[in-house]
Nanobody, 125 residues
Framework: QVRLHQSGGGSVQAGGSLRLSCTASGFTHRPDCMGWFHQAPGKQREWVAA??????????LYADSVKGRFTISRDSAGDTVNLQMNSLKPEDTGMYFC????????????????WGQGTQVTVST
């Protein structure tokens, strides 16, 4: 079992920035990866970014749609992952979810076992 608590998000105008955080706790076996996912209104949830969650690895992966705008990072203690979102666009609007998985990072939703509660991001024109 992995508990994930999300914070951050909110509303911003296009071109602005927001930061999301996700803290993992309660795990017996440390996950290998934490990812962020975006679900736009009326659309399917999509993978956005992922970062290795193991102690000596902070490798990252990004969806093409957010490369150069979003940065995923892990804090020094290692259990909180942040998603810094810059140059936000209206199409970035929606719910954002963090999730963890074992056996390496993946872009597929079904590979992630535990999910955060979600946080709303609204980008206006």
């Amino acid at each position: 079992q992995v508990r994930l608590h999300q914070s951050g998000g909110g509303s911003v105008q296009a071109g602005g920035s927001l930061r999301l955080s996700c803290t993992a706790s309660g795990f017996t076996h440390r996950p290998d990866c934490m990812g962020w996912f975006h679900q736009a209104p009326g659309k399917q949830r999509e993978w956005v970014a992922a970062i290795a969650f193991v102690p000596n690895d902070r490798s990252t992966l990004y969806a093409d749609s957010v490369k150069g705008r979003f940065t995923i990072s892990r804090d020094s203690a290692g259990d909180t992952v942040n998603l810094q979102m810059n140059s936000l666009k209206p199409e970035d609007t929606g719910m954002y979810f963090c999730a963890t998985r074992y056996f390496g990072c993946s872009t597929g939703l079904s590979a992630y076992n535990f999910w955060g509660q979600g946080t709303q991001v609204t980008v206006s024109t």
